[in-house]
């Protein structure tokens, strides 16, 4: 299993670009997670998603959109891109029954400019 | 009012010594769970242990264990016998239930860079 993977793993966005960040996982993942960790700070959830077709904001959802039209697939998009989004933005997978443990992809750094 | 807080931006320590890594947390819920991840200098981030509000004995993980004093509403994280690749910066992380309905959603503490010395 690959587990959870994440593309691309670096970015760099003009003001006002849009992009999607990608994010699959093959581990049967119930519940899955966007968040975003600035420099020398901890993770701040974005969205989650509970099945297909679910989803829910968190924390920092502002200026992002996700979807979940597979379980396996959890892409998140960033519409008008601003220098306040430069930040890692990892995703991560949980699923329900088989413990606590969030599994967490590789990370996607952004830098917006 | 942070939910968890790191008090320790940085610590050091020796090779082969233990180190605790400081973790408080702020919840009004009954059940929720603790957890702590490490990320090294490549960014991932990796899941160490992970401790619930009802389980009675702390949490062990091979070198790892979970100081869990409920009443103080800490969950202190110990090495033992450190090594040079525990050097990472530790992030403790705290799930509430929030009625049953958090889906697992985590909320995280600024972390604690550790550095460890030959």
């Known amino acids: 299993n690959a587990g959870v993977t994440q593309t691309p793993k670096f970015r760099i966005l003009k003001i006002g670009q849009s992009m999607t960040l990608q994010c699959a996982q093959d581990m049967n993942h119930n519940y899955m997670y966007w968040y975003r960790q600035d420099p020398g700070m901890g993770l701040k959830l974005i969205y989650y998603?509970?099945?297909?077709?679910?989803?829910d904001k968190g924390e920092v959802p502002n200026g992002y959109n996700v979807s979940r039209s597979t379980t396996e697939d959890f892409p998140l998009r960033l519409e008008l891109a601003a220098p306040s989004q430069t930040s890692v933005y990892f995703c991560a997978g949980r699923t329900r029954g088989q413990g606590e443990t969030q599994y967490f992809g590789p990370g996607t750094r952004l830098l917006v400019l | 009012a942070q939910k968890i807080t790191q008090t320790q931006p940085g610590m050091f320590v020796q090779e082969k010594e233990a180190v605790t890594l400081d973790c408080t947390y702020d919840t009004s819920d009954q059940s929720y769970g603790l957890f702590w991840y490490k990320q090294p200098s490549s960014g991932e981030m990796i899941f160490l242990i992970y401790q619930g509000s009802y389980d009675e004995q702390n949490a062990t993980e091979g070198r790892y264990s979970l100081n869990f004093q409920k009443a103080r509403k800490s969950a202190n994280l110990v090495i033992s016998a450190s090594q040079l690749g525990d050097s990472a910066m530790y992030f403790c992380?705290?799930?509430?239930?929030?009625?049953?309905?958090?889906?697992?959603?985590?909320?995280f503490g600024q972390g604690t860079i550790l550095t460890v010395h030959p």
């Open positions: 992380a705290m799930r509430e239930n929030a009625g049953g309905t958090s889906y697992g959603k985590l909320t």
């Open positions: 998603s509970v099945g297909a077709g679910i989803t």
